[in-house]
């Protein structure tokens, strides 16, 4: 591994590069003493948008490179002092050099009556990775959860029934928290961002071309959500309160605590999420089931009312050491109780056998008990290096016990005891889940001269997971515990990776990033004899040209890995419906993606077409049958392959000044295989996904937003999935004074969240099962109303350099 980095960085070191332009200046405080380390960026002139960045050496110098000709701005700040801005910068083939003078920083005050510049940041800005979501400039945040958020992202799909995230496209994505990787099941990770308040959300960061020093993990692309982290001088509260009504009561609270000194920052907060929803699936069809007498027709249903109670709590500190180090910590802890009623109905017609219908009550409740925590620790060793260190813990808890009694009738209703033992009158379950996982990531940055950035990282996790779990069935008023569901599952997990990734300027308009990452990942299961093992090389290169200012275009390759969770794997079973029952398989393998991207940039309108091939891709709840054929599972498997090409389009409209429109389209053309069917079957079709935010400002402080995103038809797997999609609006009103804002929000407009499912949609499956059923969420059946109100309290005025937002921006120039 290390002679392969080795060569390839002596190969890319001797790379004949250019560089543009410098601007260079120097920078003291008001009694003219040199100033190390303060923190200078780069903005284009234009629009203030990121450029690059670096800070001043031990004599208060500074010099930047520029890559292309054009006007640009300079931020000089320091924590503890004033940001200051500088004149416009012009660059030209006429003057390549300039120097800007020299800065003078001042102090800053806790002065109530300072000068405020505010801007509401847009929806969507572009990066070389991907996109950022600035998702507090939306009306539809207010009130929502996390999950809510992602749902009305552009190309974002979110697959409530099957738990799976999809970007742009294409599944296996992996979700972050302050770029961490939250290393849970998808189904968990799913119920962590529903029970996670959005108001305390800053931005979402859409990764769609990863380089080395990301996690191998997410053949889709990177979700990374950014909590915030109010760095301001000065005591801060936030406040925000929402009521609504669906099919019953909805409320969030909110309220967090900011307060910076000179050197140091802390935020805490606090926030209570009460929801009552109601949501539910409804189908039919054929099919020939040995376990109930043979060919058949059936009608079933599921009806889920949930009523859910979530604390959420945040702690976030970090202090300055010195001029050079930084020393923080996050600690995330979140308690949720939910209540889950779930109305079952069913009905089995066979031929040359009894009719039974059934009606059934599952009541269980759901205790989750999650913490998140982190120590990082950054060193300026010099003012081109920076060294960092993170480690991280979570802790995981999951108690699930339910009570399911059923009863049973013949076609006319009247109720009978039925003849197949199959149609138990009871079920009672317990599953226990329990995740720990540590993590340990050490980088350093260096930039070896005005034309080349360099990174090097290594990273460690140990993961144990303990899952127990059990069926229990009433048979003649005795319980007996199924031995298809119980289960007792120990499970370790360990990952180790390096990586080294460099950027070059190759000349006055193109850069190009190269970067390699191994990774060694090994699982055990205590029920398997031997573990999994696998370990991989994934390379990534970006090259992007900038024709001006405005315009440019990029090059991307990267491998990437699904790996299938640890829920994906063990077998704990569980089935509300005697014929059936929800399982892993012990046999699913990762996905390995290959993917090719072609990125096109002007202004604010982006165009990106990928070429992506994934082997074994992982695709969840299909059905299959035992080694006896005699009962029907639902698990998740695995793809022979899925190919690909995407076209993704995201461009703003600005119409007037009051009067602003994003739209985004992905279209993709698909090829698949699996084998899991009755028989091999491959499937070509084109998918689209349409997604649209507009805001409209109106006198006396009023704004109107309309969103919405629908997906068209597509295949999942053995199934077919008609098209779907929302409508959101939201009309809020800021207050005079700076009272705060009142902001109303009606989700899914007209009430269209409705999934149609058509099992065995693409080709004949286990028990030749041919059905179709139809999920709504509570907004299909009731009208959701929030109403939100918020105000900001203390001094926000003055800034202080935001040591996290360098990090940021150094993070986009290496």
């Known amino acids: 591994m290390k002679n392969i980095i080795y060569k390839t960085a002596a190969l890319l070191l001797f790379i004949h590069l250019n560089s543009y332009g410098q601007i260079t200046g120097k920078v003291t405080d008001r009694s003219g003493v040199s100033m190390p380390f303060v923190n200078v960026t780069v903005l284009k002139a234009g629009d203030s948008t990121f450029v690059t960045g670096n800070s001043t050496d031990t004599s208060g110098v500074f010099s930047i490179s520029i890559a292309t000709e054009g006007e640009y701005l300079l931020s000089i700040s320091s924590i503890g002092y004033k940001t200051l801005y500088s004149k416009p910068v012009s660059l030209s083939a006429v003057i390549r050099s300039v120097d800007s003078g020299t800065f003078i920083l001042e102090e800053s005050a806790n002065d109530l009556d300072a000068v405020t510049i505010t801007a509401k940041k847009g929806w969507i800005q572009n990066t070389e990775t991907g996109q950022v979501i600035n998702v507090q400039s939306s009306l539809m945040t207010k009130g929502s959860n996390a999950l809510q958020v992602l749902e009305k992202l552009p190309g974002v799909i979110t697959d409530r029934r099957n738990n799976q995230f999809s970007l742009r496209g294409q599944s296996g994505v992996t979700i972050l928290f302050n770029g961490r990787k939250v290393a849970m099941p998808v189904e968990e990770v799913m119920a962590l961002l529903e029970n996670t308040v959005a108001d305390n959300i800053e931005k979402i960061e859409l990764i769609t071309s990863p380089s080395a020093r990301y996690d191998a993990d997410g053949g889709g692309g990177i979700i990374n959500i950014i909590f915030k982290k109010n760095e301001d001088e000065g005591t801060r509260v936030n406040f925000s309160a929402t009521a609504g009504y669906g099919f019953r009561e909805k409320g969030v609270t909110s309220l967090s605590l900011s307060r910076g000194f ?146 049973y009738f013949d076609r006319e209703g009247n109720e009978i005891i039925p003849l197949n033992p199959v149609f138990t009158f009871g079920n009672r379950g317990e599953s226990v889940s ?302 005079k004074d700076n009272k705060g804002t009142i902001q109303l929000a009606l989700p899914d407009l007209l009430q269209s969240f409705s999934i149609h499912t058509h099992i065995s949609g693409m080709t004949p499956i286990v028990f030749n099962i041919n059905t179709v059923s139809n999920y709504r969420d509570e907004t299909a059946f009731y009208r959701v109303v929030k109403l939100t109100y918020s105000r900001s309290f203390g001094n926000a005025n003055v800034k202080k350099a935001k040591q996290q937002d360098t990090d940021e921006e150094k993070e986009r120039v290496k």
């Open 262 to 407: 000179k050197r140091s920052f802390l935020n805490a907060s606090y926030s209570f999420l009460h929801d009552g929803s109601r949501s539910g699936y409804e189908g039919r069809g054929t099919g020939t089931n040995p376990n109930i007498g043979g060919e058949g027709y059936n009608e079933f249903s599921g009806y889920t009312e949930r009523v859910q109670n979530v604390h959420n709590a945040a702690l976030a500190g970090e202090i300055r050491l010195g001029s050079r180090t930084v020393l923080g910590s996050e600690l995330a802890l979140s308690f949720v109780n939910n209540d889950n009623l779930v109305r079952i109905g069913g009905s089995w017609d066979i031929r040359n056998a009894e009719f039974v219908g059934m009606k059934s009550i599952s009541d269980g409740t759901n205790t989750r008990r999650n913490m998140i925590s982190s120590v990082y620790f950054k060193n300026n060793i010099s003012p081109r290096s920076q060294f960092n260190v993170d480690v991280s813990y979570i802790n995981y808890f999951n108690d699930s016990p339910t009570l399911i009694n059923s009863r």
């Open 434 to 735: 329990k995740i720990q996982v540590g993590v340990l990531k050490a980088d350093y940055t260096t930039q070896i001269n005005e034309k080349i950035n360099a990174e090097f990282g290594a990273k460690g996790s140990y993961a144990y997971n303990t899952n127990n779990s059990r069926i229990e069935r009433k048979v003649d008023d005795a319980w007996e515990t199924d031995p298809r569901s119980q289960s007792l599952i120990n499970s370790g997990e360990k990952i180790m990776a390096a990586y080294a990734q460099f950027k070059f300027l190759l000349n006055r308009k193109s850069n190009l990033e190269a970067g390699l990452r191994y990774e060694y990942w090994e699982r055990s299961i205590n029920i398997y004899k031997e573990p999994f093992t696998i370990a991989k090389l994934f390379p990534s290169v970006l090259y992007t040209h900038s024709f001006n200012d405005n315009n440019s275009i990029s090059f991307n390759y990267n491998r990437r890995i699904s790996r299938p969770a640890y829920a994906d794997l063990i077998s704990n079973l569980f089935y509300n419906d005697p014929t059936a029952v929800f399982g892993g398989n012990p046999l699913l393998k990762p996905g390995i993606t290959d993917a090719l991207k072609a990125e096109f940039t002007r202004k604010g309108f982006n165009a990106g077409l990928t070429f992506q091939y994934e082997t074994n891709s992982i695709i969840r709840y299909q059905l299959t049958s035992n080694a006896a054929n005699d009962i029907l599972i639902i698990s998740p498997q695995n793809m022979d392959y899925q190919k690909s090409i995407n076209l993704n389009l995201n461009f703003p409209v600005e119409l007037t000044d009051w009067w602003k429109i994003s739209l985004g389209n992905t279209t993709s053309l698909r090829n698949y295989k699996i084998s899991y069917s009755l028989s091999p079957a491959s499937k070509t079709y084109l998918f689209q996904n349409v997604n649209f935010t507009q805001s409209i400002r109106l006198p006396e402080n009023f704004e109107v937003e309309l969103s919405g995103w629908r997906n068209f038809a597509f295949y999942d797997g053995s199934n077919k999935i008609k098209g779907f999609g929302i409508l959101n609006l939201g009309i809020a009103k800021k207050l």
